[in-house]
């Protein structure tokens, strides 16, 4: 854990976009933002431009995750320079038209912050996903969210790691944000999960608004999940999956795995248990999007993050 005791000043934000639709069957995000586009009544904050987005619309009339490649995974630098063609894939066209709209990404023009509302399958609850440990404007507003669902849970998933980069949408902003909010079926809306989705939106306005306002948020502790590792099915030699996920670990997001536990079941009715050396929190179990990333779950650690107080310091 990080000891860290200071304030630290930090500029207001003033330009906000909510990405929906990043993957056109996570209706959730998809409808929200539809809505907001037709009346932004509920989102506007006072010195604040709020700006409701769907970022993959071809996606969304099809109502399927993407057209020709995941637009999550778009935003590596090679895609954003990479000279404009006929032929280049359209959620990489996306990206180009994305980053000059709400960026350039890591440029002092780009939008402050960016929230990407998606959903899962999996039993992940109301997850806020964050990719700067370091980052002390996110870890406030997240303990600012946390406090406000209380006594409702809302995991942090930290995805920052040196060897798993994912290029996400929401990486065009300098504080990027995800909301991902299960579970629900691709191409379905739930209320729960709808309203989940929006109320944590909501919360994460009102913090932005009362920091621009002038409050100081003191030094706080956020505990986070930090991704560790992506696990795989069991395969043959010719890469078909031979086990699924195991009953007592199915929709089990953010609970322990420990040594020894079950984790698959393979189809000849043999039990497969996990073999690591510490205690895991998995989450994205057998999410239905990842089958064809040869995903099953991601592997996490729990960690406690310390974050500076912050302040606005006035331009």
């Known amino acids: 854990m990080t000891s860290c005791h200071s304030v630290v000043n930090l500029p207001e934000v003033r330009k906000v976009a909510i990405f929906g639709g990043t993957h056109g069957n996570e209706m959730s995000g998809v409808t929200l933002v539809n809505l ?3 009346n932004g009544a509920e989102i506007q904050r006072s010195g604040l431009t709020i700006e409701p987005f769907i970022t993959n619309p071809r996606a969304v009339e099809k109502c399927t995750r993407y057209v020709d490649t995941d637009l999550n995974r778009a935003f590596t630098q090679d895609n954003l320079s990479v000279p404009r063609t006929q032929d280049l894939p359209y959620e990489v066209k996306r990206a180009q038209e994305i980053n000059q709209m709400f960026g350039p990404k890591g440029s002092p023009d780009a939008y402050d912050v960016i929230f990407d509302l998606h959903n899962t399958t999996s039993n992940m609850g109301c997850t806020i996903i964050l990719e ?11 303990n600012f969210i946390k406090s406000a669902v209380a ?11 040196p060897l798993l980069q994912y290029s996400t949408t929401r990486s065009v902003g300098k504080h990027p944000v995800g909301v991902e909010v299960g579970p629900q079926p691709q191409g379905v809306l739930r209320s729960n999960i709808f309203e989940s989705m929006r109320a944590t939106v909501k919360h994460a306005l009102d913090f ?18 930090r991704v560790s590792e992506r696990m795989d099915y069991p395969r043959d030699k010719n890469g078909n999956i031979t086990a699924m996920v195991h009953p007592n670990l199915q929709d089990c997001d953010w609970e322990p795995l420990n040594p020894g536990d079950p984790m698959f079941q393979a189809f000849d009715g043999r039990t497969i248990k996990y073999e690591g050396d510490s205690t895991v929190f998995p989450a994205f179990i057998n999410e239905a999007a990842y089958y064809e990333k040869h995903q099953a779950f991601t592997m996490t ?12 310091s006035k331009m």
């Open 301 to 312: 650690r729990r960690e406690t993050l310390t974050a500076n107080g912050i302040k606005a």
């Open 132 to 142: 700067n440990s370091k980052d002390h404007f996110n870890l406030q507003m997240v």
């Open 36 to 38: 907001w586009i037709n």
């Open 151 to 161: 006594p409702a849970s809302c995991p942090v998933l930290l995805t920052e790691h």
């Open 208 to 225: 932005i608004e009362l920091f621009n306002g002038g409050m100081e948020f003191p030094p706080c502790t956020v505990d986070v999940y």
